[in-house]
């Protein structure tokens, strides 16, 4: 798959090449080395002064910039060397800024491995995949290594990795080189091994064969250590065999690892889906992901070898889990006793507290394990029971668990939705498209909303080649994301696939003088029908944005009450409610959700922090997205973190009369326990009832807006640790029959 998402060079902080002219000086046809050259002056990177929102933030100094790629034959290395020439007096460094795919890798740096420090200087630098054997790095020009060049304000905007010169001062008209080397290949050994021979320093070969005792291990890592820190990676052959050239200098040992990041998805090893790809290629991978899984899939449940024996590594077990059902599930694997610790350095190892997970479309679903005492947990997010069972895995056999994942509850006309997760698409996104719809629907969601980072990219034709139709639908939307005014997210939307990022709306591009010309661009392009949602919004959010307190802005500029929808739930935590509750008392209509805001499969509580949304549709057959965004703009939703309220009366936006009776009843499978449910009147509790089934009377002396909640004290375990938790509102209430009025005057906007 590809690793690389962006590869830009820059001449200090934020100014890249803008070319005026680019020559093929040689095809390659020859034989030869192909070498293009590109020529030009300094320009601005403008992801960087629309960051800040300040055009001229990067200072331009007209520089005359030539940069040179030559490709030598049968060579994973493209040789980049990049000459300015000042017209002024100046200071700043070259550097190489590589955004890689986390979805498919990791980073990785000499001297650290997967571990480095970013203030070292290092020869090697970049991405190593964690599914398969590719790496994509930057190659220093000789054994003295390179930095961060000065841009650790790049650095710490996203997960880059950044290697070039220190600043220097350079006088006008003295020019300055740097010649250094892209290399892409499998695996990252490959790419090692021909720099040491392009920068001509001495090496020498090195091999082996990883063994276990079931026999010779197949997709195993391999450290290559100088003086005992990671300096090159090599990934083992079919029959366990490695081989791969070292410096000479310094002390070379050697360890393998047989344990990558521990997760195991219901899909085929290979390409992956991208939402712009070539048409021929977006149709094979859609073909091949409607296949069974299939391919050598990297060793796992091995640990670490020692240092006494480092082509040796343990025999792993399998688990093989099935659900009666044949619907999608998660499974999570817990050891009893604490594991074996995987050195950072070595392996990004499986997540926190687990021996392995994974998540099926709705075959058994093998994972490699260590031997052991394991706890499974088979679940399908909060609308079902869950199969919890201690089994003991044995070395070199298979243990097998069946589980039962019963419907906790009949919640007819109401559809279990998350309106805001990421994948791919988002340069920050953890997972495939492939891999998120598998996710999303083993956790139990119904109705996917797929909102990358500036991006309008459609996940359903990749849900329709998994064959998931029957479980989960898909919205296209976005997540238009200026860091200084907050995240809003747009659906549904239309995916153009001719335009840049799907037809998002570039905000690095158009740096907006206000939010409100924020929306006054997005409906312009996408039209007054999508739902405007806003995210987090008290933290990178419109209202944090905005300087809001209750009952105030405080910096009007960044403020927009152009919104339908806001997140009182994200991830789990209850964050935007005090938003909620001042906006809804001063008469906005704001429909709140709750979301995971997932970047990865783990983080979020996918199926746990969700927003149920009452739609006539019988099935997801007759889904309609403007239908969806209808019931989501009229108030029709109930936000669960676990917990699904059953209401005689659905929340909304038009008036009722005092003495509305309001009867609430808390479902819930019984891992997830509700102990009261309570009756809110503008923010305040004003009635409690002990258990599950309640009858409040909405009886206000003036005004009011109410809202129910139910409430768990036990955590949701062993699935979350978070407690239960529901909200269902608003309820407006007109007291005296003549109209319904806010019972807060409107926001102040300050000067």
């Known amino acids: 798959g590809d690793m690389v998402e962006k590869w830009v060079v820059m001449v200090g902080l934020g100014r890249i090449l803008e070319p005026t002219a680019i020559e093929i000086v040689a095809d390659g046809e020859d034989g030869g080395p192909a070498v293009v050259r590109v020529v030009g002056t300094d320009g601005p990177l403008h992801l960087i002064e629309g960051a800040v929102e300040t055009p001229g933030f990067v200072t331009l100094y007209g520089l005359e910039v030539e940069q ?20 002024v007096d100046a200071s700043f460094g070259i550097a190489d800024v590589l955004f890689g795919s986390p979805e498919v890798s990791t980073r990785w740096e000499d001297g650290g491995g997967f571990d480095a420090s970013p203030d070292e200087q290092r020869t090697v630098a970049g991405y190593v995949s964690t599914r398969g054997a590719g790496a994509a790095v930057t190659l220093a020009p000789d054994a003295s290594g390179l930095g961060r060049g000065g841009l650790d304000l790049v650095a710490g905007l996203a997960d880059i990795s950044v290697m070039g010169t220190s600043p220097v001062a350079v006088p006008a008209g003295e020019t300055v080189s740097l010649t250094r080397w892209y290399g892409v290949g499998a695996p990252l050994s490959a790419v090692t091994d021909a720099w040491l021979e392009a920068a001509g320093m001495a090496s020498a070969a090195r091999s082996g064969v990883v063994t276990a005792p079931d026999g010779p291990v197949p ?17 083992t052959g079919p029959e366990g ?61 091995r640990g670490v070898a020692s240092s006494d024996a480092p082509d040796v590594l343990a025999a792993s077990g399998s688990l093989t889990v099935s659900v009666a059902d044949g619907a999608p599930f998660a499974v999570r694997v817990l050891p009893t006793a604490q594991p074996v610790a995987v050195p950072p350095t070595l392996s990004p190892g499986p997540p926190g507290g687990m021996v392995g997970a994974g998540w099926s479309r709705g075959e058994a679903l093998t994972l490699e394990v260590p031997p052991g005492a394991h706890r499974v947990v088979v679940h399908r997010g909060g609308r079902f029971s869950h199969h919890v069972e201690t089994i003991q895995v044995v070395a070199g056999e298979e243990a097998v668990v069946d589980a039962v994942l019963d419907a906790a509850y009949d919640h ?61 639908v898909s919205v296209v939307a976005d997540e238009v994301s200026p860091p200084l005014r907050g995240h809003m997210n747009l659906y549904p939307l239309v995916s153009d696939p001719e335009a840049v990022n799907g037809g998002a709306w570039s905000w690095w591009e158009s740096i907006p003088t206000s939010t409100e010309a924020i929306l006054d661009a997005l409906r312009a392009r996408h039209g007054p029908e999508p739902i405007v949602q ?23 500029n960044a403020w927009t009450d152009r919104f339908e929808a806001v997140e009182v739930l994200n991830g789990g935590s209850p964050e935007g409610l005090p938003f909620w509750w001042d906006v809804s008392m ?43 965004a209808a019931a989501v703009r009229a108030g029709r939703t109930v936000v669960s973190r676990g917990p699904w ?44 009832v002990d ?31 978070r407690t239960p938790w529901a909200f269902a509102g608003p309820y407006r209430v007109d007291a005296a029959g003549d109209g319904w009025t806010p019972s807060a005057p409107p926001l102040v906007l300050e000067d």
């Open 241 to 301: 065999a490695w081989s791969a050239q070292v410096p000479t200098d310094g002390a070379i040992t050697s360890q393998a690892v047989g344990v990558r990041d521990g997760l195991t998805y219901d899909l085929p090893a290979g390409p992956r889906a991208a939402p712009y790809a070539d048409p021929l290629v977006r149709a094979r991978v859609l073909e091949s992901l409607a296949g069974p899984p299939q391919g050598l899939r990297p060793a796992e449940g």
């Open 68 to 87: 040179t790629y030559t490709l030598h034959p049968d060579s994973p290395l493209l040789e980049v060397t990049t000459t300015v020439t000042t017209p």
């Open 219 to 235: 997709r195993a890592w391999v450290h290559l250590l100088r003086d005992g820190v990671p300096w090159s990676l090599t990934t």
């Open 534 to 556: 806003l995210n987090h919004p008290l933290s990178s959010g419109v209202a944090s944005s905005a300087g809001w307190v209750p009952g105030t802005i405080r910096r009007p």
């Open 691 to 721: 258990g599950t089934t309640a009858t409040f009377i909405l009886s206000p002396d003036a005004d009011a807006v109410y809202a129910v909640e139910a409430v768990g004290d036990a955590a949701m375990s062993p699935v979350s640790g």
């Open 586 to 628: 001063r008469g906005m209509a704001a429909t709140a959700v709750g979301v995971s805001d997932s970047h990865g499969p783990l983080s979020g509580d996918v199926g746990l922090s969700t927003t149920f949304v009452a739609m006539d549709n019988p099935s997801l057959a007759g889904f309609d997205p403007a239908a969806f």
């Open 412 to 472: 007819a006309g109401w559809w279990s939705a998350d309106p805001h997760s990421h994948a791919s698409p988002s340069g920050d996104g953890g997972l495939t498209m492939e891999e998120r719809l598998v996710v999303t629907a083993a956790h139990g969601v119904q109705i996917h909303v797929g909102t990358d980072h500036d991006h309008v990219a459609d996940y359903r034709p990749v849900l329709a080649a998994l064959g998931l139709g029957d479980h989960l």
């Open 645 to 688: 309220l059953s209401l005689s009366q659905p929340p909304g936006f038009e008036a009722l009369p005092s003495g509305t009776e309001l009867t609430v009843t808390a479902r819930s499978p019984d891992w997830i326990g509700v102990d009261r449910l309570r009756l809110l009147r503008d923010g305040a509790v004003v009635e409690t």
